[in-house]
């Protein structure tokens, strides 16, 4: 996921920002700091990049996502996006406190974003098994064979007859027998 590459850009920021604090010199200060720069940047693009069909969830001006369950729209789940480039996160290399604090809120963002897609992925699940399951109820109706159940009705049919003749065969023979006596 994207939101990895960018807490992996913020380790690097944060081993930056200490080399910076650590720098013996003015000349290691600046190439610390133009290093600092450099990857600010590169989060700043990849920010900008992580997107999935033209949705960015973590860009410096975040969408949101609406997704509906249902064909009628009352239920489903909006996802906010987070801006996580490196003005919102707040990244100063003087300052590994809110290196720290960006890190937290990358790994929280990341934290959100995979419980959604998780709901998301069970909803696709119970959906997938839905239509499996319709599609076969359908298979069924469709496939039935007409002439096997007019032939299955033509049968019950004539056991019904049947039963009622032998009910009248047997009732005629206990009246013919009744007679005798």
Do not use: C, W, Y
Request: charged content about 25%; proline content about 1%.
């Amino acid at each position: 996921m994207g939101l990895d590459f960018i807490e992996s850009l913020l380790n690097e920021l944060k081993a930056t920002s200490l080399a910076h604090e650590q720098a013996g010199s003015a000349a290691d200060q600046v190439l610390a700091s133009d290093r600092f720069n450099e990857l600010k940047a590169q989060l700043d693009a990849l920010a900008d990049d992580i997107s999935f069909g033209g949705t960015n969830l973590v860009s410096g001006s975040p969408d949101s996502l609406t997704i509906g369950f249902n064909e009628d729209g009352s239920t489903g789940v909006t996802i906010d996006g987070v801006a996580s480039d490196s003005a919102a996160l707040n990244l100063d290399i003087t300052d590994i406190a809110t290196i720290d604090a960006a890190l937290a809120q990358i790994r929280s963002t990341s934290e959100t974003l995979g419980s959604d897609a998780n709901v998301l992925s069970i909803r696709e699940e119970f959906n997938d098994k839905l239509i499996n399951s319709l599609k076969e109820g359908e298979a069924k109706l469709i496939e039935a064979d007409l002439n096997e159940q007019a032939a299955t009705a033509l049968s019950l049919e004539t056991r019904t007859q049947l039963s009622a003749s032998a009910l009248k065969v047997t009732a005629q023979s206990e009246r013919a027998i009744l007679q005798l006596f």
